[in-house]
């Protein structure tokens, strides 16, 4: 008895990945990306943050206006098929980066996803 209390957790990166994934209700941890739906009815999708690779978040951080962000965020071609509807703006990217983030935290706090 007194040597299972002793056995220490061992991890994987996978496994944790691939519960958070499951937690965050992304498609997969190897596809962990945000869909979200224009105005235009096309379907747009950025990283998810937490799964994000380093070069993404560096473009994301070291850019310094509203557009560039949003540009870093969506990708170039993203962003330029985007904001060709006249009812896109760029703080509209950041809204939707804004929503997945406070999101996240609500699903991670209470120990699960919240339901809507």
């Known amino acids: 008895m007194a040597e ?5 957790t061992r991890r994987t990166l996978a496994a944790v990945r691939n519960k958070y994934a499951e937690k965050l209700e992304l ?12 105005e235009d009815g ?3 999708s ?3 943050p937490l799964f994000a690779n ?4 560096e473009q994301v951080d070291a850019a310094d206006t509203t557009a560039g962000k949003a540009k870093a965020i969506l990708g170039e071609e993203q962003y330029e ?3 060709k509807h006249p009812d896109h703006r ?12 406070q999101a996240t935290q609500g699903q991670l706090t209470d120990g699960g ?4």
Request: charged share 25%.
């Open 81 to 83: 098929q985007f904001r």
């Open 4 to 8: 299972a209390k002793n056995r220490k």
């Open 46 to 48: 950025f990283p998810h």
């Open 27 to 38: 498609e997969s941890a190897a596809n962990p990306v945000v869909p979200f739906d224009g």
């Open 42 to 44: 096309n379907t747009y």
């Open 90 to 101: 760029d703080a509209d990217i950041m809204l939707m980066f804004l929503e997945v983030n």
């Open 54 to 57: 380093d070069e993404w978040t």
């Open 113 to 116: 996803p919240t339901r809507s």
